[in-house]
Nanobody, 124 residues
């Protein structure tokens, strides 16, 4: 099994930045692509970004392209989400996800492992 634990969420003013981290443990050799999703109150969980095992390919939702950057450090079994120019509409619980395939996909059902989430609140 694989455990994913997010950290780095918090309260920030609009225009500010936050960096989320996701630490993986357990059978980490089974993880290939990783991603971030978010869920705002009353809304469905939506895709934010994904990265392949080597970090050579990334994929972003249009709503965050140019503002967020996904990265990973395989030696530390950790992925990151650098969030800049935050907007109130970025407020959500952010979830780390991982899958046993290296393909990048925005479909949440394609991910095998999930973290518990970390709250990000952006005030106007």
């Amino acid at each position: 099994q694989v455990q994913l634990v997010e950290s780095g969420g918090g309260l920030v003013q609009a225009g500010g930045s936050l960096r989320l981290s996701c630490a993986a443990s357990g059978r980490t050799f089974s993880i290939y692509a990783m991603g971030w999703f978010r869920q705002a109150p009353g809304k469905e969980r939506e895709f934010v970004a994904a990265i392949n095992w080597s970090g050579s390919n990334t994929y972003y939702a249009d709503s965050v392209k140019g503002r967020f950057t996904i990265s990973r450090d395989n030696a530390k079994n950790t992925e990151y989400l650098q969030m800049n120019s935050l907007k109130p509409e970025d407020t959500a619980v952010y979830y780390c996800a991982a899958r046993r395939s290296n393909g990048l996909t925005p479909m949440n059902y394609a991910y095998d492992y999930w973290g518990q989430g970390t709250q990000v609140t952006v005030s106007s």
